[in-house]
């Protein structure tokens, strides 16, 4: 998702951070301070369940806003990890909530971005609901992916709520020919 250029103008000057892969940018309970925006690389936003599990709910790549939603939260209620190499501009949670209050144009820019943000979320819970790895694999494709490089499978295993073995096994089916 593209960044418009009255968001992207916040922005201007903003400290710039940089992530390494694996390396968190807030954590759970935190207090918000700051929101980010993702100049390149790939962070995840991940909540873990009582089981353990990591729930992917955001996948954000370069030009991508990062947990809109902690906008109007005291704290952040997921972790935000760096999947590979990340840059990401940080600006303060009080700088851009006065900037909506004072500039009507971007508060219903910003409500726009916050309503595709929901609608690509009930996409995602849709393709979990799928019962099959198989069923989950396609729609997720259906919906414009494409496959990460072989290394980062564990990352779509991640997305589709699957197992990292049952995905790989499907993936393997695909690849294999069709005429035995």
């Known amino acids: ?22 390396q968190g ?8 301070r700051h ?11 991940r909540r873990h369940t009582p ?9 954000a790549t370069a030009s991508a806003f990062l947990a809109e939603a902690s906008a109007y939260s005291a704290h952040y209620h997921c972790d935000a990890v760096a999947v590979r190499p ?11 909530l006065q900037s909506l ?5 971007l508060a219903r820019e910003w409500a726009c971005r916050l309503a595709r943000s929901v609608q690509a979320a009930r996409v995602r819970a849709e393709i979990r609901s799928l019962p099959t790895v198989s069923a989950r694999l396609q729609a997720w494709l259906d919906e414009g992916n ?4 072989k290394g980062h499978w564990h990352v779509l295993a991640a997305e589709l709520s699957v197992t990292r ?3 790989y096994r499907e993936l393997a089916k695909r690849r294999a020919p069709a005429n035995h």
């Open 146 to 149: 494409v496959l990460p490089e």
């Open 165 to 167: 073995e049952a995905l």
């Open 51 to 59: 089981q353990g599990e990591a729930l992917v709910l955001q996948n």
């Open 101 to 105: 209050d004072e500039q009507p144009t």
């Open 25 to 32: 940018l807030f954590l759970t309970g935190q207090p918000v």
């Open 1 to 22: 998702m593209i960044m418009s250029d009255t968001l992207f103008s916040l922005f201007d000057g903003a400290p710039m951070r940089a992530l390494a892969p694996g």
């Open 86 to 96: 990340s840059r990401v501009l940080s600006l303060a949670k009080t700088t851009f």
């Open 35 to 45: 929101l980010f925006w993702v100049v390149d690389g790939h962070i995840q936003l």
